[in-house]
C-alpha cells in the first residue's frame, strides 16, 4: 500500500540524518514514538514531537530509556507503528527490551545513532562500536534486521525500509546511524506519499475458535492482532508454545527459538542489500557502512590512481549479514580491507566469511572521529603486495 | 453393602465457579501456594469486573515479573505479561495507543516499586488512565524471599538474614504524593472490601492505585515465624483499622503492627490524553488533529 500522505512532507529538502529519519518514520506510518533525550540522536524525537500533533500521532518522553522501549511495544500491541530512539548508554539500556520484542514478536523499530564508548565515552562524537552489540545485545539466541544508512538521503529511506522490514517479519529492526550520519545536513528528496510504498501490519483474518496467536505460515511469520479485538491474547516473554502460553520445556523452547532465528535466515535474501562497485577483477575489495563507506572513497581512488585494481562493497543492511557473497568474493580476491569507527566488529564477521581463503586487514578506528583516508588507502596498499 | 458410583464433576453437574468465564481455565493449576493471597485477590478481581459492566474485551491485563506477576496469564482478558519491573510503561503505551481499552497493571510489591519504582510514580505523576493493583507481600517469592523496599523494619529475609534495616515505602504515601487520583489500602482478609476498591478504582478515571496486603505462608511467614496463611488472616482481622480518608502519611507499615485501610484519596484531574489534547488545542488551534487513539 502507499504512504498515508499526511506523514509525507514531499519534496526537496536540506536536513541531517537525524531529521530525514524522523520524516522517514512519519512516511512510514509511524504515529507512537516514545523517547528520551541523549546526545546524538535527540533531534530525531525532537523533529517528531513537533510534526506529530498535526499529524494524529503522539510523542511521549518517558522517564528512561528502559521505558521508552517497552512502551513502544505496548503500543504496537495497540495497533500502532512504533519507534524509539536513543545512542550508545541509551541503546544498552534497551537490550532486554530487544529480547522481549524478538521473543514476543512485536513489530518496532530502534534507532542508534551510535557515538563513541564504551559508557559515557564521546558523546558528541562519531563511532561504529554498537554493531555486534546490535546482533547479539539482548541476552539469549535471536536473530535481529540492522540497517546502516550513510547519508541523510538514506536515513530517510532505510527508516521507512526499517518499519516496513518490522511488519513482514514481525520483529525488532535496528537503524543503526552513527553521529556523523545523523549530523550531516544534505539534500533529501521526499517522494510523493503514492510513490512510497508501505507494508501493512499483517492481521489475521481466521475465524476466533482457530486463532493461534504464534501459529506461523509458510513464511514463519503468524500474522497479528490488536488488544481489545476480543481474542484474548497472552504475550509473554517466557518461552511459549503456539496459543502464547508459557511452555517451560526444551522441545518448546527449540521450537520457539529455531523458528525466530529461522524466519530471518531463511528470508535472509530478501532483507540483506549492499552495494558493490568494481568488485569483479579486483584484488582487494574494501567493505564499508554507514560514514565509512563515505571515507573510503578518497582512499580507493588514490589506489586506483596508482594502478591497484580496488573494488567497494558497502553494507546497506549489516544484519543478516552477506555470508554467501563475502565466501564467494573472499575465493577471487587477495584480500578485504575494513575501515570501520571500532577496533574490530563487521571486520570479524567477514574474516569469519572468508574463513581463511583470503586476507582481512581491519583499518581500526577507536572514534572520536572518522579515518584520514590516506590510513585506508595504505592498508589497501598493504593488502595489494 | 451399597456399591460407590464415582461421577466426574460434569456428570455430578456441580455448579460452575461463577469467576470460571474471568480466568483461562486452560492454564490451572496455577502456581501460587498453599495459603498464598494472590488466587484471593484474582477472585476479588473476576468479581469487581463482573460488577463493573465493563466490557472484557476491552479490558488488558498488564504483569511484570514475580508471583503476582503471573496473574495476567490467568485471565481470560487481552494479557501481557513483561519484563520485570516495566509493566506500567508497557501499559501507558497501550493505553495511549489505544485510549478505548481499560488497562489495568496487576504486579507485586518488587516489581512496581523496586525495580519499577521509577515507572510507578511518573504514570502517577502524568495521570496516565490505568488502574495499578499492587500485591504487597513484603517480600521476593518467586527468587525465594529476598527483602524488598516493602519488607518491614527487622523482618528476616534470605538476603536480611539479620533483620532489615531499610526504611520501607509507605506506598498509598507515595501514590498520593506522586498524583494518584485514587488511592486505597486493602488485605487479602477484606474481601468484600477489596472487591468494592478494585470495582471503584477500574470505574475510575485517571491513575489509581490499589495496595493489597496478602500473605506469604512458603517465604515471608515461614521465615518470620508468623506462622501459615490463615494464621496472616487472623492477624490482618485482628490488627487492621479501618480508615477511610485518613492522612496516607499516617498509614505506614510496621513489622507485624496495626494495618490502617480504607479508601485515602479519591480526587478528580484531568488525565495525560485529556491534558495533552485541551493544550494542544488551545496553543495549535485548527491545525492541531485531536489525539483519540
Known amino acids: ?385 | 453393602m451399597p456399591e460407590n458410583v464415582f461421577l466426574s464433576a460434569t456428570e455430578l453437574s456441580l455448579p460452575h465457579n461463577p469467576v470460571e468465564a474471568f480466568l483461562r481455565m486452560d492454564r490451572m493449576p496455577h502456581i501460587w501456594c498453599p495459603g498464598c493471597g494472590i488466587g484471593t485477590t484474582v477472585n476479588c478481581f473476576a468479581h469487581a469486573l463482573e460488577s463493573s459492566g465493563l466490557e472484557l474485551d476491552k479490558i488488558a491485563i498488564v504483569s511484570g515479573i514475580g508471583c503476582s506477576g503471573r496473574v495476567a496469564g490467568y485471565l481470560n482478558l487481552d494479557s501481557f505479561h513483561t519484563t520485570h519491573g516495566r509493566a506500567i510503561p508497557f501499559a501507558t503505551g497501550l493505553k495511549l495507543a489505544n485510549p478505548d481499552l481499560k488497562v489495568v497493571v496487576y504486579s507485586g510489591d518488587g516489581d512496581l516499586t523496586a525495580i519499577g519504582g521509577n515507572h510507578f510514580i511518573h504514570a502517577a505523576r502524568r495521570n496516565v488512565d490505568m488502574t495499578v493493583i499492587l500485591v504487597n507481600n513484603f517480600t521476593y517469592g518467586m527468587t525465594g524471599g529476598q527483602v524488598a523496599p516493602t519488607t518491614p523494619l527487622t523482618a528476616t529475609a534470605s538476603t536480611a538474614p539479620y533483620g532489615n534495616f531499610e526504611q520501607p515505602f509507605n506506598l498509598p504515601y507515595l501514590a498520593e504524593s506522586c498524583g494518584a487520583v485514587y488511592v486505597a489500602r486493602w488485605t487479602a482478609y477484606h474481601v468484600r472490601h477489596l472487591t468494592k476498591a478494585m470495582k471503584e478504582a477500574v470505574q475510575k478515571k485517571g491513575f489509581s492505585f490499589v495496595e493489597v496486603i496478602a500473605p506469604c505462608p512458603t517465604l515471608y511467614s515461614r521465615r518470620n515465624k508468623l506462622g501459615d496463611g490463615l494464621d496472616q488472616m487472623v492477624y490482618y482481622k485482628d490488627n487492621s483499622e479501618i480508615r477511610n480518608g485518613a492522612d496516607t502519611k499516617t498509614v505506614g507499615l510496621d513489622f507485624q503492627g496495626k494495618i490502617v485501610l480504607g479508601k485515602f484519596v479519591d480526587k478528580d484531574r484531568p488525565t495525560y490524553l485529556e491534558t495533552m489534547n485541551e493544550y494542544y488545542s488551545k496553543h495549535l488551534g485548527d491545525k492541531y488533529i485531536p489525539y483519540t487513539g
Open chain 1, 1 to 385: 500500500m502507499n504512504a498515508d500522505p499526511r506523514g509525507v512532507l514531499a519534496g526537496a529538502h536540506f536536513i541531517d540524518g537525524d531529521h530525514a529519519c524522523s520524516e522517514g518514520a512519519l512516511a512510514a506510518g509511524c504515529r507512537f514514538v516514545a523517547g528520551y533525550p541523549i546526545t546524538p540522536s535527540t533531534e530525531v524525537v525532537e523533529r517528531i514531537a513537533q510534526r506529530f500533533p498535526f499529524v494524529g500521532g503522539i510523542f511521549i518522553q518517558m522517564e528512561d530509556e528502559i521505558a521508552s522501549s517497552i512502551a513502544i511495544q505496548g503500543a504496537a500491541w495497540a495497533g500502532k507503528k512504533v519507534m524509539t530512539v536513543t545512542s550508545g548508554p541509551g541503546f544498552s539500556l534497551m537490550m532486554e527490551h530487544i529480547g522481549y520484542a524478538a521473543m514476543t514478536e512485536t513489530p518496532c523499530v530502534f534507532v542508534d545513532v551510535q557515538r563513541a564508548g564504551p559508557s559515557t565515552g564521546l558523546p558528541t562524537q562519531p563511532a561504529q562500536g554498537d554493531m555486534m552489540q546490535a546482533r547479539w545485545g539482548s541476552h539469549g539466541d535471536y536473530s535481529i534486521i540492522a540497517l546502516c544508512p550513510n547519508s541523510p538521503q538514506e536515513s530517510f529511506d532505510l527508516t521507512i525500509r526499517a518499519f516496513n522490514l518490522a511488519e513482514q517479519y514481525r520483529t525488532p529492526v535496528l537503524l543503526m546511524l552513527d553521529e556523523c550520519v545523523g549530523h550531516m545536513t544534505e539534500r533529501v528528496v521526499i517522494p510523493p506519499a503514492e510513490q512510497i510504498e508501505i507494508t501493512p501490519r499483517r492481521f489475521y483474518d481466521g475465524s476466533r475458535e482457530d486463532f493461534l496467536l504464534y501459529k506461523a505460515g509458510p513464511d514463519l511469520v503468524p500474522a497479528m492482532v490488536k488488544a481489545g479485538d476480543g481474542y484474548r491474547i497472552h504475550v509473554t516473554g517466557l518461552t511459549h508454545d503456539e496459543r502464547g502460553y508459557p511452555a517451560m520445556t526444551a522441545a518448546a523452547q527449540d521450537k520457539k527459538v529455531r523458528r525466530l532465528i529461522d524466519k530471518i535466515r531463511v528470508n535472509a535474501g530478501d532483507i540483506i542489500d549492499y552495494r558493490e562497485q568494481d568488485v569483479e577483477g579486483a584484488d582487494v575489495v574494501v567493505v564499508t557502512y554507514g560514514i565509512t563507506s563515505r571515507t573510503a572513497i578518497p582512499a580507493i581512488d588514490m589506489a586506483r590512481r596508482e594502478g591497484m585494481r580496488v573494488g567497494h562493497l558497502r553494507l546497506v543492511v549489516a544484519w543478516p549479514f552477506p555470508e554467501e557473497r563475502i565466501r564467494a568474493l573472499a575465493k577471487n580476491v587477495k584480500a578485504f580491507v575494513v575501515p570501520e569507527l571500532n577496533l574490530g566488529q563487521m571486520s570479524l564477521e567477514v574474516e569469519r566469511c572468508a574463513a581463511g581463503a583470503c586476507r582481512v586487514a581491519q583499518v581500526g578506528h577507536a572514534g572520536g572521529g572518522v579515518h584520514n583516508p590516506h590510513d585506508i588507502y595504505l592498508a589497501i596498499k598493504k593488502s595489494v603486495r
